[in-house]
Each structure stands twice: as structure tokens, then as C-alpha cells.
């Protein structure tokens, strides 16, 4: 699914997320309303169920790719499974750069690396906001065919917000909100 034109976007995608909390309503995830779980539960399962891609990255400057990338493991307290993280890294094509702090790799490579976080737990649910907004036409289509890629593979609901017609047109399914109302979809 993809949220095409939103106002309030990124609440929406917070609320979906667990992030942000809405005023009123429930959000179902794999059977679990998560705005009934307590806050230390709501986060573990954030971290296990739900990939959350940000326009700007939102990577931990002080930690390096492969750092980054498994940052949602090792706040588990749970060992990295090396393969995973291997194949993750050779999908995205870091190989190269997996010693790399964020200041040292160009907008695209942070991008990949901060799917390369929200996919490592293979959680149910991808929301990403504006993923290819600061990037230019090359790696913008390196990146959806990635998305579209990992979507398929290991079957996740991908649930993307754009303002770019080009990719509005790859989703499986796309829907307008205009003025908080579903206006087409």
C-alpha cells in the first residue's frame, strides 16, 4: 500500500507505527492492538514486528553501517545472525562501506543503511516516509526496487508515503488522503 498526498503523513505513519499515540481509535497489528501494550512492551515490539524508514535517515552518527544496521537486534540483547546480516548488507551493496560513520557515506548509502535497519528482524510491517525524498532519480529507483524486493521475498506489507507520481505509480495499491479524509483508494 502506499499514502499518496497526505497532510499529516508522518503522524499518520507515527500512529501506525507506535510512535505517536492517537487521540482516539485502535491499530491491529499481527492480532495485537499496539496502543494496549505498555510503553516498554510497545517498543519491544516496535522493534521486532515494525521497520520504520525515515526521509532523513535517522542514523546513530557515532555507530558505523553494520552498527546501525543491527541496532534493533542488539537492544534485544539477542546475537546477530551473521548471515542475515551479510546478505542484508551484500542486497544493499555495502560491503565496502560497513565500517563507515554516516558522515562518510553519501545520502543514498545512508538511505541504504537505514533500510538495511528496518529489515534486519524481518518485521511484518515497512512504513517508510518520503524514503527516496532527498535522493536523486538513480538511487531513488535503487531504493524502491530494493523496497519492492524485500516486500515480495519475505512477504511484508510495505506501507510508503510519497509525493513522487513516478513512484505512486509501482505500488500495488495507492491511496489519496486529502484534509484527513480518504479521498480515493
Known amino acids: 500500500m502506499l499514502v ?4 499529516g503523513k508522518s503522524t499518520m505513519l507515527h500512529m501506525l507505527g507506535g510512535v505517536d499515540r492517537p487521540t482516539e481509535g485502535k491499530v491491529w497489528i499481527n492480532g ?8 516498554d512492551e510497545l517498543a519491544i515490539f516496535r522493534r521486532r514486528e515494525i521497520g520504520l524508514i525515515y526521509q ?4 546513530i552518527p557515532v555507530l558505523n553501517v553494520e552498527e546501525n544496521i543491527t541496532l534493533p537486534i542488539l537492544l534485544d540483547h539477542k546475537k546477530v545472525d551473521k548471515e542475515r546480516l551479510k546478505e542484508i548488507i551484500e542486497i544493499l ?6 565500517k563507515h560513520l554516516p558522515n562518510q557515506l553519501s545520502g543514498g548509502q545512508q538511505q541504504r543503511v537505514s ?10 510491517i515497512i512504513l ?3 524514503p527516496t525524498g532527498n535522493l536523486d532519480s538513480k538511487n531513488s529507483k535503487e531504493i524502491m526496487q530494493l523496497l519492492k524486493a524485500s516486500n515480495k ?7 510508503m508515503i510519497t509525493h513522487d507520481k513516478n513512484i505512486a505509480q509501482e505500488a500495488d495499491r495507492i491511496i489519496t ?3 484527513g479524509k480518504m479521498v480515493e483508494g
Open 93 to 98: 551493496g555495502l560491503e565496502k562501506r560497513i
Open 32 to 39: 495485537t492492538n499496539i496502543y494496549d501494550l505498555n510503553v
Open 128 to 130: 517508510a516516509d518520503e
Open 115 to 124: 533500510i538495511g535497519r528496518s529489515l534486519i528482524n524481518n518485521p511484518s
Open 56 to 59: 532523513f535517515y535517522n542514523l
Open 177 to 179: 488522503i486529502e484534509d
Open 4 to 7: 499518496h498526498q497526505v497532510h
Open 153 to 159: 521475498q519475505y512477504h511484508q506489507t510495505l506501507i
